[in-house]
Every structure is written in structure tokens, then in C-alpha cells.
């Protein structure tokens, strides 16, 4: 008989029976094993491989340039580590839009080269058919609504959106749009807190909000943002849980001038 205790994994299906009874669900973002092990271990319910990879691994200022093929990479090194939680992969900029064939084989090509378990795609009725497709293979597809970090410059900034009344309803109406489609579940982007509940309200499957306030039914956030490594980040929604980046310089620095002085190594540091 074995002596390992099953670990369950994290399911759609068990995402949607933790909103039927009020369990808040936590997701954070993740792009490499070791992370991801971490976080896998502490327990986090479901890990995106984010297409901010683009911003916090590679230093570009969008999300737009990184690619199918990176996107695949981040996901396979996070897949590696976990034993427990839903990996979600968001589909990169191009790899989606305007052609359900090509979104098709973009979503086949990341659940069958990196192992992950579901697909993230941004926006509404304008990629019903992407999604519809995608859905056809049996993968399960998670929507993001609100501020969409791929269309940024159709937007022009960051800010708060639908804060007027005509995008509300547009968001009111996308998001029960991808439920009828059949995304599993939402994330819901920097949208005023009274918006983010009433869609909560009604949906039937989980949103997960960044910047949406309490009503959602999950949060997330990016993995940097949260250990303070991305210095400068410090929107109004984000919660700090640790300072790294000053941690990280403070041992860095003491690395440096261990060596300089001929500190380190000692003796008993070698063979
Ligand atoms: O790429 C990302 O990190 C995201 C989250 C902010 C939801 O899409």
C-alpha cells in the first residue's frame, strides 16, 4: 500500500462547488518551477502563467509582445512543480483574435506541449467564436473582462474601467455572454467594487477579481506585486505581504562585499 497521502488537485468543477458555498478562491500568478512550488505549497488554489511574464520576467512595458512559444515555456516550468492547483495559461496577444482556427490551435498547442489544465482569454462577445471553438476540444476557457492589458492601447491608460454606464452594461452583458459560452470561470480587471459584485451576483460561475473590490469570488494577483519585488507597482488595489525587493538588495549587496573583502568564501566553504 502506498505510504503518500493523495494531494486532490484543483478542479473547474471544484471552483464552482467553492462559490455555491462561499469559499473564496485564491489564485496568484506564477512563471517558473520554483515559484511555482512555492506557491503551489502554501497552498494557493489555482496558478496563472500570466501573460505579464511579459512585464515582470522580460521587462517589456506591455504584455503585447511576448509569445505563444514563451508563453508554452513559462507554462511547462510551472506545471513541473505543481501537485495541487489549476494551472490557467493565458493565450498571448495574436494568438486568439479574429481567427478561431488559429485560437484553436493556439489553445491545443499550450495544453498539449506544457501539460497545463485550462486557457485564459480577454474579452467579450468580439471573441465568442474563438472561445466557442477552443471550448468544441474539451479545453476548459477562463475570461477576462474590464481592463484587458492587451488592448491598452485602445484604452490609452490603466485606469478603473467601466465606470460609465454604457460600459457597465457592455461588461453586464459580456460576462453573461462567456457564461452561456461556457468559460468556467472570470476574472474581473480594475472595475469599480458595485459593478464587480452585481456581475458576481449574476453568474453562477466564479469571478476572480484584481482591482474589483470584495464582492468577487476570488482573488488574484500578480506573484511580484504581492513579495514587493516589483518596487514602484503600488496601485491602490494592490496588498504588499513582504518588501523583497529590499530584502533581495540587502543580501545581494552583503553577497558583494563578502566577496571583496575575501570573506567568502571561508575554508570550511570549500572542499
Ligand atoms: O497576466 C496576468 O497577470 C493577468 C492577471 C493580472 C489577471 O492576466
Redo the contacts with the bound molecule.
Keep these: 500500500m502506498s505510504q503518500h497521502k493523495e494531494v486532490k488537485l484543483v478542479t473547474t468543477h471544484q471552483l464552482l462547488a467553492m462559490k455555491q458555498r462561499g469559499e473564496k478562491i485564491s489564485m496568484l500568478?506564477a512563471y517558473d518551477f520554483s515559484m511555482a512550488s512555492i506557491l503551489d505549497g502554501a497552498g494557493v488554489d489555482v496558478l496563472?502563467v500570466?501573460?505579464?511574464a511579459s512585464n515582470v520576467m522580460a521587462g517589456h512595458e506591455t504584455?503585447l509582445p511576448i509569445t505563444l512559444d514563451q508563453m508554452i515555456y513559462h507554462a511547462q516550468s510551472v506545471v513541473r512543480a505543481v501537485k495541487r492547483a489549476l494551472v490557467v495559461v493565458?493565450m498571448p496577444f495574436g494568438s486568439y483574435q479574429g481567427n478561431s482556427r488559429e485560437a484553436l490551435r493556439s489553445a491545443i498547442r499550450i495544453m498539449k506541449e506544457s501539460g497545463a489544465h485550462s486557457v485564459k482569454l480577454e474579452g467579450g462577445a468580439e471573441i465568442g467564436e474563438s472561445i466557442s471553438r477552443i471550448l468544441t476540444a474539451g479545453i476548459p476557457v477562463m475570461g477576462?473582462l474590464g481592463l484587458t492589458p492587451q488592448s491598452i492601447y485602445k484604452f490609452g491608460t490603466y485606469t478603473v474601467r467601466a465606470k460609465e454606464d454604457a460600459e457597465a452594461q457592455k461588461l453586464l452583458e459580456d460576462a453573461q455572454k462567456l457564461q452561456d459560452l461556457g468559460c468556467f470561470a472570470l476574472?474581473l480587471?480594475k472595475i469599480p467594487a458595485a459593478l464587480a459584485l452585481r456581475v458576481s451576483e449574476q453568474l453562477s460561475i466564479p469571478t476572480i477579481g484584481?482591482g474589483a473590490g470584495p464582492g468577487v469570488d476570488g482573488q488574484?494577483l500578480?506573484i511580484h506585486d504581492l513579495l514587493g519585488i516589483t518596487k514602484e507597482f503600488k496601485p491602490r488595489f494592490l496588498r504588499r505581504y513582504a518588501e523583497l525587493h529590499e530584502v533581495m538588495t540587502d543580501a545581494v549587496q552583503r553577497y558583494v562585499a563578502d566577496v571583496k573583502s575575501r570573506d567568502f568564501p571561508s575554508a570550511a566553504e570549500g572542499y
Design positions: 500568478t496563472l500570466g501573460d505579464s504584455t493565458d477576462h476574472v480587471e484584481i488574484v500578480v
